[in-house]
C-alpha cells in the first residue's frame, strides 16, 4: 500500500496547479520526496523476508532523492566534501516551478564558495 501511496503521491504532484506561494511549493515538494522515500522503505521491507535487499534509496536516483529530502526538510547532512563542510539550502528562487528542485551549497567556513 505504502508504494502505491509513493505513486499516488507523484501522480498527484504532477497534477497539481502552479503553485501560488513559495510556502505551498515547499510543501508540496517535501511531500512527495517524502512520499517517495516512505516507497523506497516498503519496498526493503517487502523484499526482507524473501531474503532479498532492495536500497532504491542507495542506488544514483534514489541517493539522490534520499539526500534532497533530507536537505529540503532543513536537515543537516553532517558530512564533507573533498574535506570541507558544506551547507546545503532549497533554493527559493526556483521554489515555485514544479518542474525544478534546486538546492544551493555553500562552503561553511567560505560562503564566497
Known amino acids: 500500500m505504502v508504494i502505491e501511496d509513493a505513486t499516488f503521491?507523484?501522480?498527484?504532484f504532477?497534477?497539481?496547479a502552479?503553485?501560488?506561494y513559495v510556502d505551498?511549493?515547499?510543501l508540496?515538494?517535501?511531500g512527495?520526496?517524502?512520499a517517495l522515500q516512505l516507497?523506497?522503505?516498503?519496498?526493503?521491507?517487502?523484499g526482507e523476508p524473501l531474503g532479498l535487499r532492495l536500497r532504491a534509496d542507495r542506488s544514483s536516483g534514489g541517493e539522490v532523492v534520499k539526500i534532497t529530502r533530507t536537505v529540503v526538510a532543513g536537515h543537516p547532512l553532517g558530512g564533507s566534501y573533498r574535506g570541507r563542510a558544506w551547507e546545503h539550502f532549497h533554493d527559493r528562487g526556483s521554489?515555485?516551478?514544479k518542474s525544478v528542485l534546486k538546492i544551493m551549497s555553500f562552503d561553511r567556513h567560505d560562503p564566497a564558495r
Open 28 to 30: 508540496a515538494k517535501y
Open 24 to 26: 505551498e511549493a515547499y
Open 95 to 97: 521554489a515555485n516551478d
Open 18 to 20: 502552479p503553485f501560488s
Open 39 to 46: 516507497g523506497f522503505d516498503a519496498s526493503e521491507a517487502v
Open 9 to 12: 503521491a507523484v501522480e498527484g
Open 14 to 16: 504532477r497534477a497539481l
Open 32 to 34: 512527495v520526496l517524502q
